[in-house]
């Protein structure tokens, strides 16, 4: 049987004799079935026509990234902290190329993904690599398509994964939407991997807190401030957004107030953080 994998957003199913009916992560408003109807491609067929390549986003951190452009095009980044290796967020594909790569820069120990539309084919990759942990959010626990013994769902607000790097639950994307602090990132000055929320601007000065980034449905007062005030209490020089080169250099920290307090003045929202 053949596992398949949504063309519009990467999540893939279970193995089975036919596509799924639905894909209900496409179907959630926060993302969209494409004009053509849903659409699904088997996991071989995803490794016959599409290859992932490595390049090095910081010290230490390692994107991955499909090419040509897969779903959603997001990057999964390969963190090497010293003590163990942490895949930040998945893309759908891995083969034998990708697991040689990586194996060269130490391997992978742990998988932690921000949210379900980066929950892609996360079974595959910790199956790679001897069934590793993958840590998510209880909350989100609904949105797994593909339930596996190796999901390690945590409850409450940070959860510690040791050698200086904590899971954070913001919020406002997902319930359980999980950012990553790594402390000892950027030579001691702190990293941290947002995925979408906050998304890196393009301009890489700025970031932005959005419900649904492709069908533009903005969140509240409350929530930037949530996240704002969640983020703030950490420290970090680099923030690392969803995509290739999506990163804010330099004083992340002072970037983050800065693009809260834009976004709040757009909304009509004046008072100070």
Same mark, same amino acid.
């Given at each position: 049987m053949s596992s398949y994998v949504c063309i519009t957003c990467g999540t893939q199913y279970p193995p089975s004799p036919n596509p799924p009916a639905r894909c209900p992560i496409c179907e959630d408003e926060r993302q969209y079935v494409g004009h053509s109807g849903q659409e699904w491609t088997s996991f071989e067929e995803l490794q016959q026509k599409?290859?992932?390549?490595?390049?090095?986003?910081? #010290?230490? *951190?390692?994107?991955?990234?499909? $090419?040509?452009?897969?779903?959603? !095009?997001?990057?999964? %980044? /390969?963190?090497?902290?010293?003590?163990?290796?942490?895949?930040?967020?998945?893309?759908?594909?891995?083969?034998?190329?990708?697991?040689?790569?990586?194996?060269?820069?130490?391997?992978?120990?742990?998988?932690?993904?921000?949210?379900?539309?980066?929950?892609?084919?996360?079974?595959?990759?910790?199956?790679?690599?001897?069934?590793?942990?993958?840590?998510?959010?209880?909350?989100?626990?609904?949105?797994?398509?593909?339930?596996? #013994?190796? *999901?390690?769902?945590?409850?409450? $607000?940070?959860?510690?994964?040791? !050698?200086?790097?904590? %899971? /954070?639950?913001?919020?406002?994307?997902?319930?359980?939407?999980?950012?990553?602090?790594?402390?000892?990132a950027e030579d001691g000055a702190g990293a941290l991997f947002t995925g979408d929320m906050p998304q890196v601007c393009p301009d890489r000065r700025y970031v932005s807190f959005m419900y649904s980034y492709p069908n533009w449905i903005p969140v509240n007062a409350a929530t930037v401030r949530h996240v704002y005030n969640t983020l703030n209490q950490y420290q970090f020089s680099k923030l690392y957004g969803a995509f290739p080169g999506f990163t804010v250099e330099g004083n992340a920290m002072q970037a983050l107030r800065l693009s809260a307090e834009r976004y709040l003045r757009a909304i009509g929202d004046h008072a100070p953080l």
């Open positions: 599409f290859r992932n390549s490595f390049f090095q986003e910081g #010290p230490g *951190i390692w994107g991955i990234v499909t $090419e040509p452009k897969f779903a959603i !095009g997001q990057r999964a %980044l /390969l963190l090497r902290t010293g003590a163990k290796n942490i895949l930040w967020d998945c893309v759908s594909l891995v083969d034998a190329d990708t697991v040689e790569m990586a194996r060269g820069l130490g391997g992978i120990d742990a998988i932690a993904v921000s949210h379900p539309h980066y929950y892609s084919s996360m079974i595959e990759w910790s199956r790679a690599f001897g069934n590793i942990p993958i840590y998510l959010h209880a909350d989100d626990r609904e949105w797994v398509q593909r339930p596996d #013994p190796a *999901i390690q769902f945590w409850s409450g $607000e940070t959860h510690s994964l040791g !050698g200086g790097l904590t %899971l /954070l639950r913001v919020g406002a994307h997902f319930p359980g939407y999980q950012v990553l602090h790594w402390s000892e």
